[in-house]
């Protein structure tokens, strides 16, 4: 990856709340990863009553909490401020698409059906509709254009059980469907794709709703690297802050839980902040956002 400055700081978090009756075991993935045009400069995790018993990295690499839910309320707090480029996703392929054949083996689970990217269901679709395009970057990105075009954002439409298939089938859904289409479309000729989730400020970009929640996204490994795609934007974005990857969904929820628990409050931030005027901790202030603009504005 080519070095660049990290001239945009973003504030990026969460506050959760969730109600129990019983001690309830919980795994949550909720801090950025350290990789890519990033730089944690302050952050702050909580969970209020629950204790976490350690942090591990499960086999995605993605660092993983194991805690456990008190009876009653329990809250759960993350926030941080971020250091990020002012680039967009990259589209520049480093050395030639590698055959299926010559990929390094860790990457081969990424080229397979899973719970929710269904590709093996979708053979003779992804033939039909993208078959003639030359194989690689061309071909992601009709991918991504037919998914954009064809399948309708509807905010709160999502459900845990939805895999590609039948997305494709609906044609509506929210983010994480809008990733799921696109990944198994691309396993189909063999493109390993891997499910993302993490925040997306609104930095070069206005969005009128203002809305702020965890985002779904996806990435394909061309030519030497990973890069960043977006079914449902569908426009190179600046300022992402990776949580988490793996194969679908399920490696990527901010909170696995084993039992019941009720979610009683739910709020996630991502903006564009003044770095000398923000810290972790602070109340959030949406009057400080430098973001939510067609302008980009350094930091």
Known sequence: MTWTPLDITVRVGCNLAYECTVPTPVLFVLKPR??????????????GIGLPSYEFQDSHGNITYRSTFMPGRNEIRHDAIVAVS???????????????????SDLLRYTLPSRYCDSDKLMN???HHFGQISHGLTRVQAICDWVHNN?????????PDLSASEVLARRHGVCRDFAHAAIALCRAFNLPARYVTGHLPDIGY??????????????????????????????PRIGRVKVAHGADAVDG?????YGEAKLTHFEVWAYQVNSKQVSVGDPIDLSER????????LS
Not at 290 to 297: E, G, I, Q, W
């Open 290 to 297: 430098l973001d939510n603009s067609s302008t980009v504005r």
């Open 206 to 235: 206005v969005d009128p709703t203002g809305h702020m929640d965890f985002h779904a996204y996806f990435e394909v490994y061309l030519g030497q690297e990973w890069l960043t795609f977006d079914s449902r934007f569908n426009v």
């Open 125 to 127: 679709f992804a033939w």
């Open 86 to 104: 002012s680039l967009p996703d990259s589209r520049e392929i480093i050395g030639p698409i590698i055959p299926v054949g010559e990929l390094p």
């Open 151 to 159: 399948i309708e954002y509807r905010y709160g439409s999502g459900r």
């Open 253 to 257: 929820a901010f909170a696995t839980i």
């Open 34 to 47: 350290l990789e890519g045009r990033i730089l944690i400069m302050q952050e702050k995790l909580s969970f």
